[in-house]
């Protein structure tokens, strides 16, 4: 995702209001003593001219396949 040169300029353009992830975990935790899948809601937003972003993540299925799709801001407009 952070190798795709398109995304990161429409992020920057604001064209993007977020993105959904799927991904394999590296870590292991207490609660979760395997590595697993998590999909991930990561969302951008601008303050002042400088861009943030927040990220919230959930199990997934452990034959879901990784990949992202971004939601554009046309996609989130009026809600």
């Given at each position: 995702?952070?190798?795709d040169?398109?995304?990161q300029?429409?992020?920057a353009g604001?064209?993007?209001a977020g993105?959904?992830?799927t991904t394999r975990s590296v870590l292991r935790t207490a609660e979760h003593d395997n590595?697993?899948?998590f999909r991930t809601t990561i969302t951008y937003f601008f303050h002042e001219g400088?861009?943030?972003s927040d990220a919230v993540s959930v199990p997934a299925a452990p034959d879901v396949s990784n990949g992202y799709w971004?939601?554009?801001m046309d996609d989130v407009a009026g809600e």
């Open positions: 995702m952070l190798d040169a398109p995304l300029r429409a992020i604001r064209e993007i993105i959904v992830t590595i697993g899948a400088t861009l943030y971004p939601i554009a």
